[in-house]
DNA sequence: ACTAATTTTTAGACTACCCTAAACTTTTTC
DNA sequence: GAAAAAGTTTAGGGTAGTCTAAAAATTAGT
């Protein structure tokens, strides 16, 4: 009731800081499924920094063996760098499964309240919070969540856009996440799991006609099936 | 899935940082119900950092009229820096809530982790948090947890030392937050909630002899019971 | 009340992270 | 296969928060 010891520089080891972890995490989102080379300037804008002061940052996390470094040839991460990165990614989509599942929040609202508490450090808490969620697979977002040991379920999903005419599928992910796009789905009743059929496709815009589960119908932009992911049912 | 922007120096704006919030915290912490001035030395103990570091915030906090400050005098904190250090207790004390009633941490295990957890920013998200749980007025520790609007839930407690002999008394808090100090008391099978009536008093060493829920008797030193809340049943 | 001990503040310096401007590499273009 | 454009790194500097050492103010002792 009375003390409160604040440690932090001292009795705690902080093991990466906010910033170097977010660095592991946006190399990592930017690298891709086959771990290529990200440039400084893709990080620059990723960070929302400037290009000299992703130079500095990559030599420290190079200095840390975290990431594979040579002078303007770009970044890739170390397996000691992805391991990382794929533990705070897990962090974040857990944290995004009980902001949405436990607390209600939609599933526009939650990105920047992960980005906070993806840092948090307990190896505990993020295991018991998995546990307490029931072991969520995938986020509200339909993103994969890492296990603890860092094996990501695989899922192979389809762009809406690259999906033909007369198929029938579901949806299960998205791969923007603004609140504005994700507001945009709720408002044209797009969500997680619903059914489409592509009941016509536009050759020359690359814009479709689909109908969702079996009831209205929906005109949809290349910009926006291109970043929804689906299923063939 | 792809991108991930970081917002932190740029587009967001950091309300007061991790270390400004911790000052104004421990400031209420030590200056007690009467908000009394703390000294220096007692924050550089507070925050475990140097009495001229301390000097360095404090001038910074009483610019941004957070504190009240006038060389060698100590601090008290204004109405602005006192309805802050509220916010951050609420915080500290929801989640600790959240992490022994939601997680099943025991009572010993979440102070650390609640002090990482209370400079997450939202409100938000601590309004749906205490929801959630809700809206608990005492945390995992008997202590009060201060309302949205920053009131304090009233609990007037006595210390165990200063209960007479033959009185009965039921735990309500603890006030000392330290691992070894909740640990001691588990192992002894004191928890928050058990009744116990004092046997007998040594006016010597100020020790105790209590019976616990009816059952077990136990000895208490004057170190374990001064740090005891209870209240007469 | 005056010296001695304690507490607090100032001065100067360090690290992490960020910046701008200039220099240097790589890639593109003709 | 240069020259121009684009991308990246170095150089030098700034702020937040910390430090040590020394100076100044307050409190305590006799």
Redesign the interface.
């Known amino acids: ?12 080891i902080m093991p990466h800081s ?2 170097e972890e ?1 660095y592991l ?2 190399i990592h ?2 690298s891709g499924p086959e771990g290529t080379e990200v440039s400084t300037n893709a990080l620059a804008e ?4 400037r290009a000299a002061s992703v130079t500095d940052m990559l030599k420290k996390l190079a200095e840390k063996d975290l990431i594979n470094y040579k002078k303007y040839q770009g970044v890739t991460l170390t397996p000691t760098g992805e391991k990382l990165a794929l533990k705070i990614i897990r962090k974040h989509r857990l944290w995004e499964v009980f ?1 949405v599942e ?4 939609g599933w526009d ?1 939650v990105h ?2 992960a ?3 993806e840092h ?3 190896d ?2 993020m295991e ?2 998995a546990a ?1 969620l029931g072991h969520p697979r995938f986020d509200p ?1 339909g ?1 994969p969540i890492p296990d603890a040991k860092g094996n990501m379920p695989t899922a192979d999903y389809l762009k809406l856009s690259e999906v033909e005419e007369g198929d029938k599928v579901r949806m299960m ?5 603004t609140t504005p796009f994700l507001q945009h789905l709720d408002r044209s009743g797009l969500m997680l799991g619903c059914e489409m059929e592509i009941k016509e496709t536009n050759d020359y815009d690359k814009s479709a006609l689909v109908q969702i589960d079996g009831v209205k119908t929906l005109f949809l932009s290349q910009e926006i099936s291109k970043n929804l ?1 689906v299923q063939r049912v």
């Open positions: 009731m009375r003390y409160c010891y604040l440690h932090r520089s001292k009795p705690y906010f910033t977010n995490k946006i989102n930017l990723g960070t929302a920094t902001l436990t607390l209600g929040f609202e920047d309240i980005e906070e508490l948090i450090p307990s505990r808490l018991r919070l307490f977002h993103d992910g998205v791969l923007e996440h992911l």
